[in-house]
């Protein structure tokens, strides 16, 4: 990047720049790749065995996991999205946000030391350790993988789009550029690279959206009540209450259970409690995951509010109508183009982020679930493991490319809401009662898992999501926007009622002698 | 570890009680979780009326109940490390000390 380039930066005007090429971000974003690069090389170099590819060698500090968890959680959506969506409908973005982190107070009381104390890469290995595994291992992946993939489409054409707007490259070249890069952490770096991707990538964007609050608010002399006031003054006081967003309350409530219980079944997310060295160190990364989540929501809701007074509701919607470019007007309101670009390179990294933690989840689930449990009946050695496990990090790196160029402009808004709803169908009861319920069987793991994803995908078809939303008919088959209520009902329920059916003694047995190891740490790996 | 002194162990009143404590605390935490966030749901849904009510100058209701519950939210998983690392982890220790 030279000089020339960077002293070109254009004043802020009354017009946007947002589409042009920003020097600024280009040299920001270059200045990321370059640096997270450079840790995968050197991650590379420590990465040897299955553990140190898969949890890091058990060696991240609990403080580190607790940001590279955010890090994994905050996607550019709810940067984009949340503050977006707050300062187009006010309180209502509020009410959205908080569904995503009510989730990690439970990831906390019901998984997290269990996990990290029965399981070794994936959280099949808790749901496999005491029932039969080839049966377990095929139904968890294929619950992961499609968790995995709907995740990484949403992400992928975001990332596309998102690019295209910001930087006005084209699309296509945006979802090489993502594809190519995370590829690299994660095919030489492994989760050492990818947990310091995530760990930057946190810090960039919370201290990023910290600078971006502050400087708004400096214009309300940083007082809260002066900032509501003018919302207030030019809006109405409806805008600080919640407005139309939950019309029908089953809606809201199944919504909130897909995003509160799914949070506690994705894949990505609990693959990182492998990567620190106890269950204490777990369970102080959720705290402080859950303190991070936290302030970034409560700072969205500022960015909102402060886009929608300062940069006004019209202005933003003309350029999307999601909102979506609230927090990057806000940021060339406030600080000028060169801060335009900054946050707009954070916004990129982000995504980046993202989908490097979801890539690795799903080439473990490949790896170690299917290849070496299934395909290996349980014995490989390690080289061949990895060796696999990289071979599906290029399948998946291709993967997500070719996802995201078919579903260029298509409307994939739901897929996010559908990736939570099989997390919380599919994985999130499996994992619990495996961990919790003593009659529980390999029958009643298989249906269940079969019985989430299924729900999950057929009914949000037939939902106002897709039905309606995406395919343009009138009038739903299924009335709840997100499946959720019915399906992570029907899971729990499949699983319960089959393993009373048919009680497993073997694994009733195990259920034990295994609480030695989720009480104690009695043989948990190292 | 031989299978008697396992089993000798999972017998045991200390660990019996370890296993007792946990889940009563876990899903006590678990259900007022859920209850603080359905039940924010359905005033949002049922009682509008009432979040809108003001609070100091500028301020209202709704605004403090939504910043309040992220903050329950954190807080919340800050009792929990507490009471693992002070009693959870003192009753593993002393179980283990016989291992």
């Known amino acids: ?526 | 570890m031989s299978k008697t002194k396992t089993n000798e162990i999972l017998q045991s009143a200390a660990f019996k009680k370890l296993v007792k404590n946990r889940w009563s605390i876990s899903l006590a935490f678990t259900f007022l979780m859920l209850f603080v966030y359905i039940g924010f749901l359905m005033v949002v849904a049922y009682q509008k009326d009432t979040l809108k009510m003001p609070v100091g100058e500028s301020l209202n209701l709704a605004i403090i109940v939504g910043m309040g519950i992220i903050l329950f939210s954190w807080l919340i998983t800050g009792v929990y490390v507490y009471w693992a690392n002070n009693y959870y982890d003192a009753a593993v220790k002393e179980i283990k000390k016989d291992l």
């Open chain 1, 1 to 526: 990047m030279s000089l020339n380039l960077l002293l070109q930066v254009s004043p802020a005007g009354t017009t946007s720049t947002l589409g042009t090429a920003n020097p600024v971000s280009i040299a920001i974003f270059f200045l990321f790749v370059a640096v997270t690069l450079y840790i995968t090389y050197w991650a590379a170099k420590k990465t040897k065995t299955g553990s140190e590819f898969y949890a890091a060698g058990r060696n991240i500090s609990g403080f580190q996991n607790g940001l590279a968890l955010a890090g994994d959680y905050m996607s550019a959506a709810s940067f984009l999205g949340i503050a977006g969506m707050v300062a187009i409908r006010g309180y209502d973005g509020l009410i959205y946000s908080i569904g995503f982190l009510v989730g990690w107070p439970l990831i906390m009381f019901l998984v997290a030391e269990p996990l990290r104390n029965l399981g070794k890469y994936t959280f099949a290995d808790v749901v496999a350790y005491r029932l039969r595994q080839r049966p377990i291992r095929i139904a968890s992946s294929v619950g992961s993988l499609m968790t995995i993939a709907f995740y990484l489409i949403a992400q992928m054409v975001g990332a596309g789009t998102l690019i295209q707007t910001l930087f006005g490259l084209d699309y296509e070249i945006a979802v090489f550029v993502v594809g190519i890069v995370m590829t690299c952490y994660v095919l030489f770096g492994g989760m050492i690279a990818t947990t310091w991707v995530q760990i930057i990538k946190a810090v960039l964007l919370l201290s990023g959206a910290t600078i971006l609050v502050l400087l708004a608010m400096a214009q309300f002399n940083f007082s809260p009540g002066a900032l509501f006031d003018s919302v207030k003054e030019q809006y109405g006081a409806d805008m600080l209450a919640p407005g139309g967003y939950i019309t029908n309350p089953l809606d809201a409530i199944s919504l909130g259970l897909a995003l509160m219980l799914g949070t506690a079944g994705l894949p990505h997310i609990l693959m990182r409690f492998y990567t620190v060295p106890d269950d204490k160190a777990a369970r102080k990364s959720v705290f402080v995951a859950t303190g991070f989540i936290g302030y970034f929501y409560i700072l969205t809701f500022f960015i909102g509010f402060s886009a929608m007074a300062l940069v006004g509701k019209d202005s933003i919607e003309v350029l999307d109508k999601g909102g979506n470019m609230a927090a990057l007007l806000l940021a060339e309101h406030t600080g000028g183009s060169a801060f335009l670009g900054f946050i707009a390179s954070v916004a990129f990294a982000t995504i980046l982020a993202v989908v490097a933690g979801l890539t690795l989840s799903g080439a473990s689930s490949i790896s170690h679930d299917l290849y070496v449990h299934v395909v290996k009946k349980g014995v490989s050695d390690e080289k061949g493991e990895i060796k696999v496990a990289k071979r599906a990090t290029i399948f998946l790196g291709v993967l997500a490319i070719g996802l995201g160029l078919i579903f260029k402009g298509q409307n994939v808004a739901f897929m996010v809401g559908l990736a939570f709803s099989i997390a919380a169908s599919a994985n999130f009861p499996a994992l619990l009662m495996s961990i919790i319920w003593k009659g529980f069987t390999t029958r009643g793991a298989v249906l269940s898992i079969v019985t989430g994803a299924i729900l999950s995908l057929v009914l949000i078809v037939l939902s106002p999501t897709v039905w309606v939303d995406v395919f343009g008919n009138a009038e739903a088959i299924f009335p709840l926007k997100n499946p959720a209520l019915v399906s992570m009902t029907s899971a729990f329920v499949v699983g319960i009622i089959a393993s009373l059916l048919g009680p497993e003694k073997d694994a009733a047995d195990k259920f034990e002698s295994e609480k030695l190891r989720t009480y104690l740490g009695v043989g948990s790996e190292k």
